[in-house]
């Protein structure tokens, strides 16, 4: 039975064992799901791989319902959009320990829609958790700059928190299929970014849309967050920004109360050009 998968070894099509449902291209490469819970078809070369204190301290924070008010918006978007009579497959790029593709399937379920879903990442430590908190879901440890799918093969690609790069997102979307992004906006974080950039002012609107799509909608979604120093500095390390914070940076945004932190995103939905 054919797949959308390609061969991480020779990019040739996969196909799919009937009986073990192993996957195996012509060039005799053969790949089976791992006791792990998730496929191995590549492994970087140096992923960024969370420490265990770090990883539990994440699924806490994101499980507590801090991005509950995008889980709406994303509800009510995909409501208005996606058909309810088709089965569709739905990848989520760079998806983690799965908080996203987890809150989704629950989106689909909400609205009734069958939907096949799939993550791709690059940390084995953060698939880990998400097979075990979503064994239904396809979850392919693969290095992220060239993703192992066929051209036009899902009708649903995200991204969530994470930078547009490349061509790859929309590369393995159908012609006419949704393109889900999620960005931070110019207010994201603020408070916290004020430690990181002197004498920060704020910049930009709306994200550049990518070529190649429509834009169907763009929500802005701001509110405030009640959080702890620990907390602030756990959803910092979720971000682009981490990266600028040092030792002690992160100990005095630690020391901290954030009674008022700002969440400022915006949620992007587009159609990919046929």
Not at 148 to 154: A, I, N, R, S
Not at 215 to 244: D, K, N
Request: charged share 25%; net charge neutral; hydrophobic share 40%.
């Amino acid at each position: 039975m054919k797949s959308h998968y390609l061969c991480p070894l020779c990019q040739a099509p996969m196909n799919v064992h009937q009986d073990s449902q192993g996957l195996h291209c012509a060039n005799k490469h053969h790949f089976d799901k791992g006791p792990q819970g998730y496929w191995v078809f590549s492994q970087p070369k140096k992923p960024h791989i969370d420490s265990r204190q770090l990883m539990r301290a994440k699924h806490f924070l994101l499980e507590s319902g801090i991005f509950t008010p995008v889980i709406e918006a994303l509800q009510r978007q995909l409501g208005e959009l996606l058909p309810r009579d088709a089965r569709l497959s739905h990848l989520d790029i760079d998806s983690g320990e799965g908080y996203y593709l987890r809150s989704l399937d629950g989106v689909f379920k909400a609205l009734g829609l069958a939907v096949e879903q799939t993550g791709v990442a690059e940390a084995d430590n953060a698939l880990f958790v998400a097979a075990k908190a979503q064994p239904e879901a396809r979850l392919i440890q693969s290095q992220l700059k060239t993703l192992p799918f066929m051209d036009d093969c899902f009708d649903l690609v995200s991204l969530f928190d994470k930078p547009l790069k490349g061509k790859e997102p929309l590369r393995v979307l159908k012609p006419g299929g949704t393109f889900v992004w999620l960005s931070p906006g110019p207010r994201h974080l603020w408070q916290i970014r004020e430690f990181i950039y002197p004498n920060l002012t704020e910049k930009g609107g709306e994200p550049q849309q990518p070529k190649g799509v429509s834009l169907v909608a763009s929500e802005r979604i701001s509110y405030s967050l009640a959080l702890s120093g620990e907390q602030a500095l756990t959803l910092l390390e979720m971000t682009p920004f981490a990266w600028r914070a040092n030792d002690k940076i992160k100990r005095q945004i630690a020391q901290q109360n954030f009674e008022s932190l700002e969440i400022d995103l915006y949620l992007t939905l587009a159609t990919k050009d046929a």
